[in-house]
């Protein structure tokens, strides 16, 4: 059973991180026939955390599970600390398949979706 | 003449803030039949700020110019901040159209993007 989780830095404004659980949901809905879990996660400030996210998709019934940073840059949070986490959950649960995608940032479909948010201004 | 200008946070970490300048460079190929002048600014640890971005836009000649939050959530940057700024520049600079687009997190192309950043890894 497959699961996707985002994985956004968390912020001290609550309306910013219900922004992330409303895109998580409109991703469970898109990804439904790919993912059977969907589950959003914040490395810092708010919860859950990546290692209680990543233990909710293994109770969840998860063998597999593809972790999704919500950043743009790939500062130290996305080089490092992400990776650290998955790194721990892996040794929590090896028989779980735990892999990171790039951060949305180094996606190739960025730079249409930034033409696309300029021109819609004219 | 119409100018596009990349707003970005700015990062302690210079590798951060170039991989802003190099996603203006792109952009600045993709768009030179639309936007005549691509610069990218940030709205604070580093420089050129808003305001000088703007400026320097002004001195290249833009006459319209589009601002374009590179930021994933409608936080107290992109709500207050950034059109403060603008408001200030607009004051500055009376006769240049500035506009400001919907911050990137806003884009409907993000879904898409996330599912193939996420689909990337399998």
Not at 69 to 86: A, E, M, Q, T, W
């Amino acid at each position: 059973m497959k699961a996707l989780l985002l994985i956004a830095h968390g912020s001290r404004r609550t309306a910013s991180n219900e922004e992330v659980f409303a895109l998580a949901e409109r991703l469970k809905s898109s990804c439904a026939h790919q993912y059977s879990i969907l589950q959003a996660g914040f490395l810092e400030i708010t919860t859950p955390s990546i290692a209680t996210a990543i233990e909710n998709c293994v109770a969840a019934g998860a063998t597999s599970i593809t972790v999704l940073p919500y950043f743009l840059n790939s500062g130290i949070h996305v080089i490092k600390d992400i990776p650290d986490s998955i790194e721990q959950a892996q040794i929590k649960f090896p028989t779980v398949e735990i892999n990171m995608a790039e951060h949305i940032g180094a996606s190739e479909l960025m730079m249409p979706l930034l033409i696309d948010a300029a021109n819609a201004v004219n």
